[in-house]
């Protein structure tokens, strides 16, 4: 079933509902991801598992077929219904999430969690695409910003939620409860989305979806697409970690019962992701217009500060001063997704779009989410017969030199981006 296309004569007014139905779905994809980093405590307690296998639940499990999956159905979406292939994967994700509440051992809770990565590969890149088809070039860095606002709200309800249910009920309620929400609200986006015409506000570009080595040919000759791809995997690797095990290092060293992690952390999600997700995509564009180096400085100057805040913030043991600091490091570690976003979708035409983000997002996700919570998790392990409970707070900081290593890459890449921008 194709839907009719909206018009292509200018921007129409309902592109804001599609934005936000969108933002709803991205909403729920961190909801389900992110949920499992406040549900680790009891789960691990009742499961009797180590921080290594915690790691490899909140980050291989999910990043297997996430990543592999995500190019071919990208693929799929530069030329076929984009929105049908959302609500499908919507559906599917949250199914797997209810089931995630009915696991019995680690090896049923892994398989649940690949069940999850398999529908989330078919959320972000036709999502991505279909923003690119609904706003003007002058407008995409806020739009995108606004769909990334479901990274830190997701992820808060996600804690919040979580950390609510787990200490009112259990752990699998939890689970059961959000992934039977987000099943009933998946018809929403077949009944209330258009497929729009592609690239309609590209002028000059014509052209069938192209395949996938075309368009990996493409973008093997532009080195910003890469650096940026590695730059925003190194920050992943820290980003990723810290959204999961933030929880539970505030339950070991600040000893925190958990319906106040829960409030504690959703706030810091909140407030700190939002603000900086915004502020990221204002900045990108008010001045991407006079350069396009623009897309990669932010970035880097984000990350650069992000550093020592990061230190600081995991080190300190007062709890207000840890709360300031990552605020700032939430703020900071997030602003990059409407610049890089942007600067991706514009690497390329049109119809390559969805494809190009999906290998972006492919690297992302395989390096940032598959190595970052279970690179934690072992070091903590490791860490453990000589830190004691301690040994989680030294672990996180010892990842901030993931930071870094993202604002050179961002750095270098400005270099390049002018001259691989499409015109």
Same mark, same amino acid.
């Given at each position: 079933m194709t839907q009719p296309p909206v018009a292509d004569d200018k921007p129409s007014s309902a592109r804001f509902g599609v934005l936000a139905l969108l933002f709803v779905v991205y909403t729920f994809n961190f909801l389900d991801r992110q949920i499992l980093g406040i549900l680790a405590v009891p789960i691990k307690a009742e499961l009797k598992l180590t921080d290594t296998e915690l790691g490899l639940l909140g980050g291989l499990a999910f990043a297997l077929f996430y990543t592999g999956l995500g190019i071919p159905i990208a693929w799929l979406a530069d030329r076929k219904n984009r929105v049908w292939i959302i609500t499908v994967a919507f559906a599917f994700w949250s199914a797997f999430t209810a089931a995630c509440g009915l696991a019995a051992n680690f090896t049923q809770l892994f398989l649940m969690r690949m069940g999850v990565g398999i529908g989330e590969a078919g959320g972000v890149a036709p999502s991505y695409s279909l923003i690119a088809d609904y706003f003007p070039p002058k407008e995409r860095a806020r739009a995108f910003s606004f769909y990334a606002f479901g990274i830190p709200i997701g992820s808060a309800l996600g804690v919040l939620l979580g950390g609510v249910f787990a200490s009112l009920i259990s752990w699998r309620a939890a689970f059961i409860a959000v992934g039977l929400a987000g099943f009933v609200l998946a018809p929403f986006v077949i009944w209330l989305v258009?497929?729009?015409?592609?690239?309609?506000?590209? @002028?000059?570009?014509?052209?069938?979806?192209?395949?996938?080595?075309?368009?990996?040919?493409?973008?093997?000759?532009?080195?910003?697409?890469?650096?940026?791809?590695?730059?925003?995997?190194?920050?992943?690797?820290?980003?990723?970690?810290?959204?999961?095990?933030?929880?539970?290092?505030?339950?070991?060293?600040?000893?925190?019962?958990?319906?106040?992690?829960?409030?504690?952390?959703?706030?810091?999600?909140?407030?700190?992701?939002?603000?900086?997700?915004?502020?990221?995509?204002?900045?990108?564009?008010?001045?991407?217009?006079?350069?396009?180096?623009?897309?990669?400085?932010?970035?880097?100057?984000?990350?650069?500060?992000?550093?020592?805040?990061?230190?600081?913030?995991?080190?300190?043991?007062?709890?207000?001063?840890?709360?300031?600091?990552?605020?700032?490091?939430? @703020?900071?570690?997030?602003?990059?997704?409407?610049?890089?976003?942007?600067?991706?979708?514009?690497?390329?035409?049109?119809?390559?779009?969805?494809?190009?983000?999906?290998?972006?997002?492919?690297?992302?996700?395989?390096i940032g989410l598959g190595l970052g919570p279970v690179l934690i998790g072992a070091l903590s392990d490791a860490l453990t017969s000589e830190f004691g409970a301690e040994g989680l707070r030294y672990s996180l900081a010892a990842g901030s030199v993931f930071f870094l290593v993202a604002a050179i890459l961002y750095f270098i890449a400005a270099r390049f981006l002018p001259r691989d921008w499409h015109a």
């Open positions: 258009r497929e729009p015409a592609r690239g309609r506000f590209d @002028a000059g570009e014509k052209g069938k979806a192209a395949g996938f080595l075309q368009t990996f040919a493409v973008v093997a000759r532009k080195p910003s697409f890469w650096i940026m791809a590695f730059a925003a995997s190194s920050s992943s690797i820290i980003n990723y970690a810290s959204f999961f095990w933030i929880p539970s290092f505030l339950g070991r060293s600040f000893h925190l019962p958990l319906h106040e992690i829960s409030y504690y952390f959703a706030a810091l999600l909140l407030v700190g992701g939002v603000v900086g997700i915004w502020l990221g995509g204002i900045f990108a564009d008010r001045f991407g217009g006079k350069s396009k180096r623009v897309y990669a400085l932010i970035p880097a100057a984000c990350f650069l500060v992000t550093v020592p805040a990061s230190v600081f913030g995991v080190l300190s043991p007062s709890l207000t001063v840890a709360f300031s600091f990552f605020l700032v490091i939430i @703020a900071l570690g997030l602003a990059w997704l409407g610049p890089v976003t942007t600067a991706i979708q514009h690497l390329v035409p049109h119809h390559m779009r969805a494809t190009t983000s999906a290998i972006y997002l492919f690297i992302n996700n395989l």
